[in-house]
Nanobody, 128 residues
Framework: QVQLVESGGGLVQPGGSLRLSCAASGRTLSNSVMGWFRQAPGKEREFLAFMRWSDSSTNYADSVKGRFTISRDNDENSLYLQMNSLKPEDTAVYYC?????????????????????WGQGTQVTVSS
């Protein structure tokens, strides 16, 4: 079992930045992929980024590439999402997810169905 708790959401003006955190506990993450997703009202869940824990390799959705950065703190077993140049269309509930162990090819971890463990989500609102 992996427990995930997100934090860091809030209200930010367009062009601003936020850093989301995801604290993981439970089983070791050494053979895991951790990802960030979001879901806006009335829309489907959207992949943002993932990181393979063993080597910190990453993958980003085109929609956030260059604006969002996924990172980790191994000592704290934490995952982060630095979000810059935020736009109103970034408004959504943001979720951290973990897939452990890794069972599929890495390119498939853009799909939410690949992840077994999810956090409760944190709201991000971008508005002036």
């Amino acid at each position: 079992q992996v427990q995930l708790v997100e934090s860091g959401g809030g209200l930010v003006q367009p062009g601003g930045s936020l850093r989301l955190s995801c604290a993981a506990s439970g089983r070791t993450l050494s053979n895991s992929v951790m990802g960030w997703f979001r879901q806006a009202p009335g829309k489907e869940r959207e992949f943002l980024a993932f990181m393979r824990w063993s080597d910190s390799s990453t993958n980003y959705a085109d929609s956030v590439k260059g604006r969002f950065t996924i990172s980790r703190d191994n000592d704290e077993n934490s995952l982060y999402l630095q979000m810059n140049s935020l736009k109103p269309e970034d408004t959504a509930v943001y979720y951290c997810a973990a897939a452990s162990p890794i069972l599929f090819g890495m390119t498939s971890y853009t799909r939410g169905s690949r992840y077994r463990y999810w956090g409760q989500g944190t709201q991000v609102t971008v508005s002036s």
